[in-house]
Nanobody, 123 residues
Framework: QVQLLESGGGLVQPGGSLRLSCLAS????????VGWSRQVPGMQREAVAS???????NYADSVKDRFTISRDDAKNTVYLQMNSLEPEDTAVYYC?????????????????WGQGTQVTVSS
């Protein structure tokens, strides 16, 4: 089994920065696509950024030029650097990943979600 653990959330003032981390542990052979999304209570979850195993990235228009997604495959970790934070960025941030593992019957790919980390942008 695979677990994803997000960290790095917290309280920051408008204009500030945070770096979120998503660590994959367990039966990890290879991490494929990883995405960050966020959710405000009562609202739909919103995709924020994604990165493929080749390093191709994609961003929501609302975070382009402010957020940067990156990965360190040696550490099984994906990062979300968030700069110029705005109150509208306040949400619980989740990572999800397609992870390739080796089981008794061979390779398989599963999709996993972390438990989320709270980001609050407020003065």
């Amino acid at each position: 089994q695979v677990q994803l653990l997000e960290s790095g959330g917290g309280l920051v003032q408008p204009g500030g920065s945070l770096r979120l981390s998503c660590l994959a542990s367990g039966s990890v052979f290879r991490i494929d696509v990883v995405g960050w999304s966020r959710q405000v209570p009562g609202m739909q979850r919103e995709a924020v950024a994604s990165i493929t195993s080749a390093g191709s990235t994609n961003y929501a228009d609302s975070v382009k030029d402010r957020f940067t997604i990156s990965r360190d495959d040696a550490k099984n970790t994906v990062y979300l650097q968030m700069n110029s934070l705005e109150p509208e960025d306040t949400a619980v941030y989740y990572c999800n990943a397609d992870v390739r593992s080796i089981g008794r019957s061979g390779f398989y790919t599963g999709n996993y979600w972390g438990q989320g980390t709270q980001v609050t942008v407020s003065s």
